[in-house]
């Protein structure tokens, strides 16, 4: 259930994950398909809700050359993992903050191959592109 924000409700963090899994999908399958490349069947990228002490949630995306797929819980060893509060996590990925800012104050912790996070954030604006 999402919270009420200036009297519209803003939505969770899982279903911000699951729209843009869907406009992956639509939009940026040819991007998904270069990233994994021929050397891999393909990557994960997993989003915790938590902080520099631990986590309550997670979410991941599988990515492969046959599309995006939303799924809820830890993966045991995803490319890239995203921690933050629900926010902050969805307004890093909607572009709405800045991913530098939110790191130097550990707001945001990023793990794992950091190599990953320009074609994945390049795969995201071009599915939330208008």
Not at 68 to 82: C, H, M, N, R
Not at 89 to 99: D, F, Q, R
């Amino acid at each position: 259930m999402g919270q009420k924000s200036g009297g519209r409700k803003m939505s969770g963090l899982k279903t911000f994950l699951e729209e843009l899994t869907k406009k992956i999908n639509e939009k940026a399958l040819n991007l998904v398909k270069e990233w994994i490349g021929d050397k891999y069947h393909g990557k994960i990228i997993e989003f915790e809700v938590g902080d520099i002490k631990g986590m309550q949630k997670a979410y991941h995306i599988v990515f492969t050359k046959k599309g995006a797929k939303f799924k809820e819980g830890e993966y045991p060893s995803p490319d890239l993992i995203y921690r933050s509060d629900e926010e902050t996590l969805k307004g890093v990925l909607a572009g709405k903050i800045p991913e530098k800012e939110v790191r130097k104050t550990w707001k945001l912790i990023i793990m794992g191959d950091a190599h990953e996070m320009d074609p994945f954030s390049h795969i995201v604006a071009t599915a939330l592109k208008g």
